[in-house]
């Protein structure tokens, strides 16, 4: 079983930046696959950013020039890099792991581990 941990996250002016972290526990693998959703209030959560365990990386085009996915060497921990915050970026974050290879398509159907959320709140 994988358990994962948020940290990171709160208030920041626009224009501001922020990291968002991810330690997961337990066993992710050797292949995981991680990532970054948001969710909007009553919307579905949107896929962000994912990175499988050997560096490769997909973001979304929609904040591909402001946010950026990294991992550890040991591929437990996963951050979500933010700058030039936006007041539209106002939403709950969560990561997401898997212990199967990224398909790359942003669907956390694929993702059966989740962290707890964050917060990240942008004012103008």
């Known amino acids: 079983q994988v358990h994962l941990v948020q940290s990171g996250g709160g208030s920041v002016q626009a224009g501001g930046s922020l990291t968002l972290s991810c330690v997961a526990s337990?066993?992710?693998?050797?292949?995981?696959?991680m990532a970054w959703f948001r969710q909007y209030p009553g919307e579905e959560r949107e896929g962000l950013a994912v990175?499988?365990?050997?560096?490769?990386?997909k973001i979304r085009d929609s904040v591909k020039s402001r946010f950026t996915i990294s991992r550890d060497n040991a591929g437990v921990s996963a951050y979500l890099r933010m700058n030039n915050l936006k007041p539209e970026d106002t939403a709950m974050y969560y990561c997401?792991?898997?212990?199967?290879?990224?398909?790359?398509?942003?669907?956390?159907?694929?993702?059966?581990?989740w962290g707890q959320g964050t917060q990240v709140t942008v004012s103008s």
């Open positions: 997401a792991a898997s212990t199967r290879l990224c398909s790359w398509a942003f669907s956390e159907y694929e993702f059966a581990y």
């Open positions: 990175m499988d365990s050997i560096g490769g990386t």
């Open positions: 337990g066993s992710i693998g050797s292949r995981s696959c």
